[in-house]
């Protein structure tokens, strides 16, 4: 198959981006493929919001700059962050005519929600599931443009690289056979990684696999030592861990340790609403004092009401969970929420690679630092979109036809499968090594071992990759440790 841009990932940053090149380039062909179901990704599952400077009576592009800053550490690239933030009120602005339908108070000024590390409230949200009514706009909107073939359930392999271009990617579609998209443009919209992590609020296609195509194709890859936890995911026996958004925090919530007393500002001044970093380290820190897994948020004295209007969702996952938040405390432990690093883009969301540009939680753009600021990542995402629908507009001119490049089309594997038992045994241990890498680091314990482990896991699935059929599961794998080993070295080495 052959297309003029390919983009792969239907969250954000792939949908936002198919839009604004279509409306831009109605002729030109446009092929969007995710390795899922239209709607599953980290998008689908993000709660308190996107920040944004929507006038400057409640905040201020100034400020909204210094808290990004702030949270960043000094790692941050200042230019990227003020085109961010001032960028930030026209996308939204189009994200609102595209259908996305953000809450107002009843004076019918946006009701502004309040995350850690943010000096005043300044998140547009839906109750408590933003990213579901996002994407639920982005593909409603996706239907306007004919020259969008959009091809669910195709799971991308690696990059078709030479001479530093990009011409297109290899794909296993969903009989395990292997095939080529040749493509003028390449554009990753492949999302993160905490599947990386044995305790994570991602779900499972949140594997790496951008990332590491990137990487062994040969792309700069930039700051993944600053992975993030977000301190405050649901821990119940036998359930996987659900987001409790920080939202619930800036509404009033408290943390407690097995004391019953509140504990961060013992740690920082700005108590529950310091940055994740800090908060996820508090806790890690009060778990180890306890000997136990878990500290709890406390609803109770919050008002009834309000809770059910704002945070419906919590509300009823909680009560899945055989938690009634209005009068019991919600258990919760710090989780892997995103990776601040990925694949180094410039401005225009260009890789170092000719023609692959990167966009969302999988590129680094320079906004994160060291720590990303609350709901800043669907923001970022939104501007890059534009930012590269922009750019590919301009490259598609230049780019008339795609080079000559043979590949051979369609190949199907005759060696063995591995079994689904090894893969799971495998993933199961690559996820603990780096949930424990991560909770060392929090506790300023040794890390050397870690490499030297992670190497001889990461050569064990390489040994399997190289002598079975290359299914979706062992090629997650092998992302997840590829990432885990970028994760590592770049802590420990750069
Ligand atoms: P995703 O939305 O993750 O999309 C990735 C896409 O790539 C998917 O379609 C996937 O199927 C596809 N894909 C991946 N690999 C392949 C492959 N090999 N082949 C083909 N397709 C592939 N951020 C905020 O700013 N505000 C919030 O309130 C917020 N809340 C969050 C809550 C939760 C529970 C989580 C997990 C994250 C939250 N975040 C939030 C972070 C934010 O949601 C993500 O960073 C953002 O949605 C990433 O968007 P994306 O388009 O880059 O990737
Ligand atoms: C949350 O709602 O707590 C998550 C927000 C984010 O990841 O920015």
Redesign the pocket.
Known sequence: MQTDVLI?????????FAIKLAERKPKTDIVL???????????????????AVMDNIHSSFESHISDTLKAGKGFSNIQTVRMVVEKAPKRLQELITWGTPFDKTPDGDWDYGL?GGHSVAR?L?HKDQ??LA??KALLQQLRRFKNIRFQTE????DLIVQDKHCYGTR?LDKNEQTFSILSKITYL????S?QVFSK????L???G??LA?ASRAGAVIDKMAFYQF?PTALVTPNNPM??I???LRGFGAYLINHKGERFVFKYHPEGELATRDIISEAIFKEMQKSGQDQVWLDCRHLEKEALQSHFPNIILQCKKQGINLFKELIPVAPAA???CGGIKVNSQGKTSIKALYA?????STGLHGAN?L????????VVFAHEAALSVTAELNQHKSIPPFSESEISVSQKPVVSSEKINHLRTNLQELMYRFYLNKSLEMSLKPFSAEVDVLLSKIKSLSVAHKPT?SL??LQ?MAETARLIINDTLYE
């Open positions: 792969i990932g239907s969250g954000i940053a792939g949908l936002a493929v995710t390795k899922a179901d239209r709607f599953e990704s980290n998008t689908k599952y993000a709660q308190g919001g996107i920040a995350e998140i949200h933003t990213g996002l994407e195709l799971f991308a392999t794909f919209a492949t999302g993160g905490g994570t609020t991602n779900p296609i949140a594997t696999d951008g195509m977000h659900f987001l958004t920080e939202a929420h995103y990776q966009n969302g939680e999988c590129a990303r609350a709901s800043n990542s669907l923001l970022e995402a979706q090629w997650e992302n």
